[in-house]
């Protein structure tokens, strides 16, 4: 459901696959599947996606971009 609404976002034009996001407090202490993300660290979209659909990251669905 995450990359779905994520998809979405970048067909309706509020997000691009070339986007830096920022990782947050919330996303880098998120438990179970992870990818084991640093706060403040930026991360390209198009990277995060790939830790959402390889390694279920977890982590990478509650970050927050802007």
Known sequence: ????????????????????IIISKTA????????FLQ???TYKLKDLLKGVAVASGNDITVTEWQ
């Open 28 to 35: 880098a202490d998120m438990g179970g599947s992870q990818i």
């Open 1 to 20: 459901m995450s990359m779905l609404l994520i998809m979405e976002a970048i067909d309706s034009g509020k997000l691009s696959l070339e986007d830096d």
């Open 39 to 41: 706060e403040v660290e």
